[in-house]
Structure formats: structure tokens, C-alpha cells
């Protein structure tokens, strides 16, 4: 099996090397949980004037762009912040990949009112490649990680699949 690495995928990898192997091999349990459901109400909810979820290539789901080319990622809480802006700097990547250039991106959290502007680095790209390689290797394992107990598993939509 080997399918394109989404920017969910880099996301989950940030958050638990168990989760993006879960959701990699289709084992998906986000559709009932509530942060979840709290956060596709915040996506819906906010920035409504913007042209939303541009699909690329089926890998890429950026949630908008808004001119001067800026990727804009919304994230309900700043409590996994490291994850998404290592999601947008994976699109940006991605999109250099295909020559796209002089963009860059933001994350925002329209709960808190703010927002962070996003660069791709040289060091990240390295970083980002060796992430992939990584990354690969996990979802390609036949059982997932071992369980890395965490203060975040308890809001976690794969919870269950875990402790239970």
C-alpha cells in the first residue's frame, strides 16, 4: 500500500506515530467524536466569505487562500500548535514540489483571535523530507506503534482503540 501522504497524515504524525497509522490504514474513528464535530462547526462557521477547502491532487486540503498568496490552516486551539503549522509548512512544501513559489502560509485560530504567519525554510524542507521517510515506514508496519501515553490521549478520537 502505498498512498500520498495529506496533510492530515503530517498533522497526526506531529501529534501520535499511532494515530497516523491507524488513519493510514483506514481505521478512522473522527466522525463521532466531539472535538471533532467542535471543530468541522468552527470550520463552518468562520470565514464563511472565503473560498474553502481547496483539494490538490487529492493530498493537499488546504482550508483557504486568501490573496498575496497565503495558505490560511484553522485550528480550534493552540494545544497541538507545533502539528499545524507543521501541516501548513507540508503544504507549502508540497506546492514547491509542483513549482509553486513566493507563497506562504498562516494558522488561525478564530476562537482566540489570532494567528501566526508561516515561512518554508531550507531546514524545514530537510526536515519535512526526513519526516516522510519516517513516516512511510510506520504506516507500512503491519501493527501500529506502541502506545505513547500522552496528556492529549484523552481527547483523542482513537482513545478507545488505545486504553480500552
Same mark, same amino acid.
Given at each position: 500500500m502505498d498512498k500520498p501522504i495529506s496533510g492530515t497524515m503530517i498533522y497526526y504524525y506531529m501529534v501520535c506515530k499511532r494515530k497516523v497509522w491507524y488513519f493510514y490504514n483506514q481505521i478512522q474513528m473522527e466522525a463521532d467524536n466531539e472535538n471533532v464535530q467542535i471543530g468541522k462547526i468552527i470550520d463552518e462557521n468562520t470565514y464563511e466569505r472565503e473560498d474553502k477547502h481547496i483539494n490538490i491532487d487529492d493530498v493537499i486540503n488546504i482550508d483557504y487562500i486568501r490573496s498575496k /498568496?497565503?495558505?490560511?490552516?484553522?485550528?480550534?486551539?493552540?494545544?497541538?500548535?507545533?502539528? /499545524?503549522?507543521?501541516?501548513?509548512?507540508?503544504?507549502?512544501?508540497?506546492?514547491?514540489?509542483? /513549482?509553486?513559489?513566493?507563497?506562504? /502560509?498562516?494558522?488561525?485560530?478564530?476562537?482566540?483571535?489570532?494567528?501566526?504567519?508561516?515561512?518554508?525554510?531550507?531546514?524545514?524542507?530537510?526536515?519535512?523530507?526526513?519526516?516522510?521517510?519516517?513516516?512511510?515506514e510506520i504506516v507500512n508496519k503491519p501493527l501500529p506503534p506502541l502506545l505513547e501515553k500522552k496528556q492529549i490521549c484523552k481527547k483523542c478520537a482513537y482513545f478507545e482503540l488505545c486504553y480500552i
Open positions: /498568496g497565503t495558505l490560511h490552516e484553522v485550528k480550534k486551539s493552540k494545544k497541538i500548535e507545533e502539528a /499545524g503549522i507543521m501541516q501548513i509548512k507540508y503544504y507549502l512544501y508540497y506546492l514547491k514540489q509542483k /513549482g509553486v513559489e513566493n507563497i506562504n /502560509g498562516k494558522v488561525d485560530y478564530p476562537l482566540l483571535k489570532q494567528s501566526i504567519n508561516i515561512e518554508l525554510t531550507d531546514e524545514d524542507e530537510s526536515n519535512i523530507e526526513n519526516m516522510l521517510v519516517d513516516l512511510k
